[in-house]
């Protein structure tokens, strides 16, 4: 489960400060995990099969990381924290993304999920966008253990750093919309993460969830202009 980047082994306190919402987390430790309440009985086994937990879009505590662990249904979902020492590699869904993970996915003639990402990298690539699979995609490509269903959503992350032209995110909905499943994209921005169904419609006012919970701004880039707190 290593990922591209070589960050196996690395400064463990680095890696925590790093990760960002999406970001999968792999663990040293099954028993580092923290939660709020009582972890469920299905959290060890699912995390004896993978361990591996994605990052939740929240501070962190006296840099600690904040994590869930997927359960064996959509339902089935804990939150806990993660100390920085437990963290042993950090797997981007961009990570994903550059060795075109799913194109060695065992179950890729089995659902039509794994050839979308196909055409979602050329329409990425023509724009010279950065992304990756996330949800339930990207934790199959890197644990290697069968999540996606048949009406299982395409969960896409795009990383913008710098504001997202309305064309091309209009552009990018069109296409999707013709694929033969349902495609869910979020956009990063250095704010927070914003739908891009939301951003290309183009409305006055459009909700972005922050670390700090969901805002209703006029411009996800610069989210300090006219907001409105919806936590």
Do not use: I, Y
């Given at each position: 489960?290593?990922?591209?980047?070589?960050?196996?082994?690395?400064?463990?306190?680095?890696?925590?400060?790093?990760?960002?919402?999406?970001?999968?987390?792999?663990?040293?430790?099954?028993?580092?995990?923290?939660?709020?309440?009582?972890?469920p009985d299905w959290v060890q086994g699912c995390l004896a099969r993978a361990p591996l937990v994605v990052v939740r879009r929240t501070r962190q505590r006296s840099g600690w990381l904040p994590v869930g662990v997927r359960g064996p249904s959509r339902r089935d979902r804990f939150a806990a924290w993660l100390p920085p020492q437990a963290v042993a590699s950090r797997i981007r869904p961009?990570?994903?993304?550059?060795?075109?993970?799913?194109?060695?996915?065992?179950?890729?003639?089995?659902?039509?999920?794994?050839?979308?990402?196909?055409?979602?990298?050329?329409?990425?690539e023509a724009f010279g966008l950065t992304w990756g699979p996330a949800g339930s995609m990207g934790y199959e490509l890197a644990s290697r253990t069968p999540c996606v269903t048949a009406t299982s959503d395409l969960d896409l992350v795009l990383r913008a750093a710098n504001e997202l032209p309305r064309e091309t995110a209009r552009a990018l909905v069109v296409a999707f919309a013709m694929m033969p499943i349902r495609i869910d994209v979020q956009v990063e921005t250095p704010a927070g993460g914003v739908a891009l169904v939301e951003y290309a419609a183009g409305a006055t006012r459009i909700m972005l969830r922050t670390l700090d919970g969901p805002r209703l701004v006029a411009d996800p880039w610069r989210p300090e202009i006219g907001r409105e707190d919806l936590s």
């Open positions: 489960m290593k990922n591209d980047s070589g960050e196996r082994g690395g400064p463990a306190l680095r890696l925590g400060e790093d990760a960002r919402p999406h970001d999968l987390v792999e663990l040293r430790r099954r028993d580092a995990l923290v939660g709020e309440v009582p972890a961009e990570d994903l993304t550059g060795r075109c993970a799913w194109r060695e996915a065992p179950r890729r003639r089995d659902l039509p999920h794994f050839a979308a990402l196909d055409r979602a990298q050329s329409l990425m």
